[in-house]
């Protein structure tokens, strides 16, 4: 039997971080044999590709394909082959991302973007995306201040708006696949917000 593709996705600061492990501990529960791994990244190439990306100053058109030659190296190498024999796999982002950052916050269009989509992963979609919205004001404070921030992290409020934006709007176009989760309460209550979400979707699947 084909695993399963759960991601999470949400602006920077979001929280969706502070949950995986929790989301991680319960699909082991649950019986699943699972991949933990994140976008861009997950592989040698991708993690190289990350630096670039979130520290090199380019153009949204470069920083797009970019993204892209990360995720195909990933859907190729890690995803689809744990897919294939029955594992699960737990994804912190995926195309979502890049629809609301590349899309929404640098203004690529869309069919650009979904042009890419199907050729990278023609018949791959989450089986499960937890969005974690909260308002960029919110997420701004909590950012981490111990390291210098990454380029995405550098950019104003404005920019997140656009890529929440993005986001509610994939999250409405998809809504047998997206389940929002409020991220600006406390992380006791998000934890149990996304476990009870999650459980009602395993009894489902």
Do not use: N
Request: one cysteine or more.
């Amino acid at each position: 039997m084909r695993g399963r593709l759960i991601t999470l996705e949400g602006i920077d600061g979001a929280g969706k971080s502070t949950q995986i492990d929790v989301i991680a501990d319960r699909l082991r529960a649950h019986g699943a044999d699972l991949v933990v791994t994140r976008e861009p990244g997950g592989t040698p190439l991708g993690e190289a590709l990350r630096t670039l990306v979130l520290h090199q100053p380019m153009t949204p058109r470069a920083e797009t394909l970019l993204v892209f030659a990360a995720r195909a190296e990933h859907v190729a190498t890690v995803v689809e082959p744990a897919l294939g024999t029955g594992r699960w796999v737990l994804c912190d982002r995926f195309t979502d991302a890049t629809f609301a950052y590349q899309g929404g916050g640098r203004g690529v269009a869309d069919d650009d973007i979904a042009l890419l989509e199907r050729w990278v992963h023609p018949h791959l979609q989450p089986d499960l995306t937890l969005l974690f919205d909260v308002p960029p004001e919110i997420a701004a404070a909590r950012l981490s201040t111990a390291r210098a921030a990454d380029r995405f992290e550098r950019e104003q409020t404005e920019f997140f708006r656009r890529v929440r934006g993005a986001y509610d709007a994939r999250a409405r176009r998809y809504p047998d696949r997206f389940v929002v989760i409020d991220g600006t309460q406390d992380p006791a209550t998000v934890r149990r917000s996304v476990l009870d979400r999650l459980e009602q979707w395993l009894k489902r699947d």
